[in-house]
């Protein structure tokens, strides 16, 4: 975690008049990082802020009203401490930082910039949590054998377990990451699909793969495979097994089974994490009332050992737009009821 000495030798804040604001950041790889090519990160922080953005040699003056320029002030704030903590500022860290310049305990203590407390490092790039459920989320997947987590598309359940996932096969952790889902969602029957058995089962499993090459890289990624290192294997073909020195992680739970999501959390062994992610409303049976996601974390919310996360459109950090059809579908949903 970064202390705000730390930051002060990186950034400056000085308010020149109630509607003005003067932020110099003194080194130029930071500075070129947060302006962005063409100056595209400003301008999403000038059009989500509604504040005006002048940069000049290495200051960037910020006009607007009270609000906003603080706004924008912590954002920027942020994105250098998160360069200093990952070395990169990407796309998504524009929308969180906003996100957490404009949170309420910012409105409430205007010197209070949320550190950066937890990185997960792996090949290709550093993640963080970018929301307080997605930091209870990493803090659960770090240190539970066994994390359920439940919530919209968009949250990160995925693609934070994956990159757990990878950090501890890097650090020699656990032996073997394994990937699972149900992979057809009308009873797993994958005999009339052509090739072999990783070829019936890769187009169910494609967004883990996708986060797996983005965050190991491709040849990687393969290299792994070969090794069994890394292995895909669809829910049904789990029954019977012990897995040890394992992460394993079940994507799109919502099409499991209450049995079925039994039997995947028998499975675990010695050193072994297992994690079990869905979205209640998108659940493709075709009795929908099959489904176990839910029906086990009611079962097992007393088990201390186990850890739920619920997320909501709140916690969504892709395009923004995303949050606004959750919500709009969630609204639709109320009304019919």
Same mark, same amino acid.
């Given at each position: %975690?970064?202390?705000?000495?730390?930051?002060?030798?990186?950034?400056?804040?000085?308010? &020149?008049?109630?509607?003005?604001?003067?932020?110099?950041?003194?080194?130029?790889?930071?500075? &070129?990082?947060?302006? $962005?090519?063409?100056?595209?990160? @400003?301008?999403?922080?000038?059009?989500? +802020?509604?504040? !005006? #953005?002048?940069?000049?040699?290495?200051?960037?003056?910020?006009?607007?009203?009270?609000?906003?320029?603080?706004?924008?002030?912590?954002? @920027?704030?942020?994105?250098?401490?998160?360069?200093?903590?990952?070395?990169?500022?990407?796309?998504?860290? &524009?929308?969180?930082?906003?996100?957490?310049?404009?949170?309420?305990? %910012?409105?409430?203590?205007?010197?209070?910039?949320?550190?950066?407390?937890?990185?997960?490092?792996?090949?290709?790039?550093?993640?963080?949590?970018?929301?307080?459920?997605?930091?209870?989320?990493?803090?659960?997947?770090?240190? /539970?054998? =066994?994390?359920?987590?439940?919530?919209?598309?968009? +949250?990160?359940?995925?693609?934070?377990? =994956?990159?757990?996932?990878?950090?501890?096969?890097?650090?020699? !952790?656990?032996?073997?990451?394994?990937?699972?889902?149900?992979?057809?969602?009308?009873?797993?029957?994958?005999?009339?699909?052509?090739?072999? @058995?990783? /070829?019936?089962?890769?187009?169910?499993?494609?967004?883990?793969?996708?986060?797996?090459?983005?965050?190991?890289?491709?040849?990687?990624?393969?290299?792994?495979? /070969?090794?069994?290192?890394?292995?895909?294997?669809?829910?049904?073909? %789990?029954?019977?097994? +012990?897995?040890?020195?394992?992460?394993?992680? #079940?994507?799109?739970?919502?099409?499991?089974? @209450?049995?079925?999501?039994? %039997?995947?959390? +028998?499975?675990?062994?010695?050193?072994?994490?297992?994690?079990?992610?869905?979205?209640?409303?998108?659940?493709? #049976?075709?009795?929908?009332?099959?489904? $176990?996601?839910?029906?086990?974390?009611?079962?097992?919310?007393?088990?201390?050992?186990? !850890?739920?996360? !619920?997320?909501?459109?709140?916690?969504?950090?892709?395009?923004?737009?995303?949050?606004?059809?959750?919500?709009?579908?969630?609204?639709?949903?109320?009304?019919?009821?």
């Amino acid at each position: %975690m970064l202390e705000a000495k730390n930051l002060n030798k990186e950034i400056s804040i000085k308010k &020149i008049d109630k509607e003005t604001s003067n932020i110099k950041i003194f080194n130029n790889n930071i500075l &070129i990082a947060i302006v $962005g090519e063409f100056n595209k990160n @400003l301008n999403k922080i000038e059009k989500l +802020t509604n504040t !005006k #953005l002048f940069f000049r040699g290495n200051s960037i003056t910020v006009k607007g009203d009270e609000q906003s320029i603080l706004a924008a002030s912590n954002s @920027l704030t942020f994105l250098v401490n998160k360069y200093l903590v990952t070395n990169s500022v990407e796309n998504d860290d &524009i929308i969180y930082s906003i996100k957490n310049g404009i949170s309420e305990d %910012m409105k409430e203590n205007k010197n209070n910039i949320r550190s950066i407390d937890q990185v997960i490092k792996t090949p290709r790039r550093s993640v963080i949590p970018r929301s307080k459920k997605q930091s209870d989320y990493l803090k659960a997947l770090l240190n /539970e054998n =066994v994390v359920m987590s439940l919530g919209p598309a968009g +949250t990160g359940k995925s693609y934070l377990a =994956v990159s757990v996932a990878v950090n501890m096969l890097m650090e020699k !952790k656990v032996e073997k990451v394994i990937l699972s889902r149900p992979a057809v969602e009308a009873g797993e029957r994958l005999g009339f699909l052509p090739g072999d @058995l990783k /070829e019936k089962v890769d187009p169910y499993l494609r967004p883990l793969y996708d986060a797996l090459y983005d965050l190991f890289g491709f040849d990687k990624v393969q290299r792994k495979i /070969e090794t069994g290192e890394i292995e895909i294997a669809p829910l049904a073909f %789990m029954r019977g097994r +012990t897995l040890k020195n394992s992460f394993a992680i #079940l994507d799109e739970a919502q099409n499991a089974s @209450l049995t079925q999501i039994k %039997m995947f959390l +028998t499975r675990i062994g010695e050193n072994s994490k297992l994690v079990v992610n869905g979205d209640p409303s998108q659940i493709d #049976l075709l009795n929908k009332s099959h489904s $176990g996601l839910i029906q086990s974390t009611k079962i097992l919310k007393n088990v201390k050992e186990i !850890k739920c996360i !619920k997320f909501d459109h709140n916690d969504v950090v892709r395009h923004p737009l995303v949050s606004k059809i959750i919500q709009a579908y969630n609204h639709n949903s109320n009304d019919k009821n």
